[in-house]
C-alpha cells in the first residue's frame, strides 16, 4: 500500500504513558496521541511504513513489556495495523485537544474553532509530522521553563531578546518564545519537515518571518545565521543527542546567556548535568514531570 503508516495502539498503566511517547519517538513516530479509556491510557503512534519493518514494530513491543516490568507497572497490550496516509492524517488529530500550558499560553489545534473567551495567549499549531504538539511532558516543561525566563526578563527591562532554538520539530517552543515577548528567535532542525513545519507555524500565528528565522541543520548552522551570541536557548531532544551538541554551543553564548534544556529523562540526568558543568554551565533548577525533566541552566 503506498504512502501507508503504521497506527501503534498501546493499552497501558497512565504511568507508562509519558514512557511510551519517548519510545515512540525514538522508533520515528510522525504524530501521537493519547486517551483515557477506563483507569487506562490508550495511546497511538504513527510511523511511516517505508521506515519501519515488522520485526521493529516486534522489538517495540517488547522494549515497552520491559519498561513496564522496570517499573513496576503491568505490561501495555500491543497492536498495530497498515491505514492509509489520509486515515493517519485525521487519526490522531481527533484526540489533540486545546491545552492550557502554564500561566498564559493556550496550545489550540489549527483545525478547530478559536475560542470566543480566553485571557491567555493563543498558540494556534499544525505539527504535520513534526514532533511538538504541546502534550508531552518535555515540551510542556519547556513551555513553562520559557515562560519563567522571558517574564523575568521583561519584569527586569531587558529588550530585544534573542533565542536560539535547536532541534526546533513544529515551532511550537519558537513561536511561543516570541508570543511571550522575545524579539527574535534563530530555529534549526535536521529534519526538512520539522523546518516545514515550523515556518507553517509561524505563517499560522502572524509571526513577522523577520523576527523568526528557520533553516535546515544543528549547531553549525545556528553559529552561521546568528550575528551574534544569544540571550538564551532552548532545546527539547534526547539526552544523547543534548550531551554531543552542549560543548557546540559554546560560540553561541555570552556569560548571561539562559537555557532551557529538555528531553532528558531523570535516570539521564546526571550525565547531562556533569557534560554542563565541564562546558561552564550550571543548572540553576531541576523540574519534574512524571519520568522526565527539563534543566534550567545558566552560564556559570
Known amino acids: 500500500m503506498a504512502n501507508s503508516w503504521w497506527e501503534i495502539q498501546v493499552l497501558c498503566d497512565p504511568a507508562l504513558e509519558e514512557t511510551i511517547f519517548w519510545r515512540l519517538q525514538q522508533f520515528g513516530s510522525r504524530g501521537s496521541a493519547s486517551e483515557l479509556t477506563g483507569y487506562s491510557s490508550l495511546v497511538r503512534g504513527y510511523l511511516p511504513q517505508i521506515q519501519t519493518e515488522l520485526l521493529d514494530l516486534s ?39 486545546p491545552q ?52 523575568a ?27 511571550l515577548g522575545a524579539q527574535q ?7 526538512p519537515l520539522a523546518v516545514k513545519s515550523t515556518l507553517e507555524n509561524r505563517e499560522l500565528n502572524g509571526i513577522d518571518p523577520a523576527r523568526l528565522t528557520v ?3 544543528s549547531v553549525d548552522r545556528l553559529l552561521e545565521l546568528v550575528p551574534a551570541p544569544v540571550d538564551g536557548l532552548v532545546c527539547n531532544i534526547l539526552a544523547e543527542v543534548i550531551i554531543d551538541l552542549i560543548p557546540q554551543m559554546t560560540p553561541l553564548v555570552k556569560p548571561t546567556t539562559w537555557g532551557a534544556l529538555s528531553g532528558i529523562l531523570l535516570e539521564q540526568a546526571k550525565p547531562v548535568a556533569d557534560t554542563l558543568e565541564e562546558n561552564g554551565w550550571v543548572v540553576a533548577a531541576l523540574w519534574k514531570r512524571g519520568e522526565w525533566c527539563c534543566m534550567n541552566i545558566r552560564r556559570s
Open 59 to 97: 522489538a517495540l513491543s517488547l522494549m515497552l513489556r520491559q519498561d513496564a516490568l522496570c517499573m513496576g507497572l503491568p505490561v501495555p497490550a500491543v497492536q498495530w495495523n497498515l491505514i492509509d496516509e489520509e486515515d493517519w492524517a485525521s487519526s490522531w488529530k481527533v484526540h489533540w485537544k
Open 153 to 179: 526578563s521583561i519584569s527586569e527591562q531587558t529588550e530585544n531578546l534573542v533565542l536560539a532554538d535547536v532541534g526546533c520539530g513544529s515551532g511550537i517552543l519558537s513561536v511561543a518564545a516570541l508570543l
Open 215 to 217: 533553516d535546515q541543520g
Open 185 to 191: 528567535v534563530f530555529a534549526v532542525d535536521t529534519d
Open 100 to 151: 492550557n500550558v502554564g500561566d498564559r499560553l493556550l496550545i489550540h489545534p489549527a483545525w478547530l474553532p478559536l475560542p470566543e473567551h480566553s485571557d491567555r495567549i493563543l498558540l494556534k499549531l499544525e505539527p504535520g509530522v513534526a514532533f511538538g504538539t504541546g502534550d508531552h511532558a518535555t515540551t510542556q516543561l519547556c513551555l513553562e521553563a520559557l515562560e519563567m525566563r522571558l517574564d
